[in-house]
């Protein structure tokens, strides 16, 4: 199956720095990847679209100047947490879609193991 | 995007076959019903999906009525490594909001020795 990979798994900062995380699509090209964040017993929420060569489309609510992303290539998806304080610690996830598939299974997506954010 | 119900929380003795039913009584023609596994501290993963009738994979089998406003997902003989948050989602795949994955609150099952 197709695979997703994240880093880094586990993240400590300092409140005001940034912080990157990246996504990868290991055996296939994935024009569209999506993010998310999941609070503690909370379920997930999207945070944006990221769609390769343009601009990602982020969902109501969530700042764009802040949580920065960049899908610069195929197989790759970064997002940068700005000026990290500590509401923004988070469980952070990625996903993407198989591209050419048949339409029943176009929606599937694959999913990293996730990035956990602490900002101390 | 059509709402799911399903139920908080279920426990389960090992061995024994697990039913969780989504609601989704707003269902669209286009919606294409879709369950996600995440067990802690990891990214979901897909189960299994249906459209209409019975689907049944490696994994779990998932029976949908004719009306389509509900579902079924069922796990034969669970085991420990079963417990995990199981996500219900209605997933349009033409028109608005195509492909995206609204997540519920999910069931939280625990598979009891």
């Known amino acids: 199956g197709a695979v997703v990979s994240q880093h880094p798994s586990w993240v400590i900062c300092k409140s005001g720095t940034s912080v990157k995380i990246e996504c990868r699509s290991l055996d296939f090209q994935a024009t569209t990847m999506f993010w998310y964040r999941q609070f503690p017993k909370q379920s997930l929420m999207l945070m944006a679209t990221s769609n390769e060569g343009s601009k990602a489309t982020y969902e109501q609510g969530v700042e764009k100047d802040k949580f920065l992303i960049n899908h610069a290539s195929l197989t790759l998806s970064t997002l940068t947490v700005t000026s990290a304080h500590p509401e923004d610690s988070s469980f952070y996830i990625c996903?993407?879609?198989?591209?050419?598939?048949?339409?029943?299974?176009?929606?599937?997506?694959?999913f990293g193991a996730g990035t956990r954010l602490s900002v101390l | 995007l059509a709402k799911t119900t399903q139920p908080i929380s279920m426990d389960s003795y090992e061995g024994q076959e697990v039913n969780i039913t989504c609601s989704h009584n707003?269902?669209?023609?286009?919606?294409?019903i879709t369950w996600y596994q995440q067990f802690p501290s990891q990214g979901p993963r897909f189960i299994i999906q249906?459209?209409?009738t019975k689907v049944t994979n490696e994994v779990a089998s998932l029976f949908i009525p004719a009306d389509r406003k509900s579902s079924t997902l069922s796990l034969p003989r669970v085991s420990l490594s079963d417990t995990a948050v199981y996500y219900c989602?209605?997933?349009?795949?033409?028109?608005?909001?195509?492909?995206?994955?609204?997540f519920g609150k999910g069931t939280k099952l625990s598979v009891i020795p």
């Open positions: 249906g459209y209409k």
């Open positions: 989602l209605v997933v349009p795949l033409i028109g608005a909001g195509s492909y995206q994955l609204t």
């Open positions: 996903s993407a879609r198989v591209p050419g598939l048949a339409i029943n299974t176009k929606n599937i997506q694959y």
């Open positions: 707003n269902i669209a023609t286009n919606d294409y």
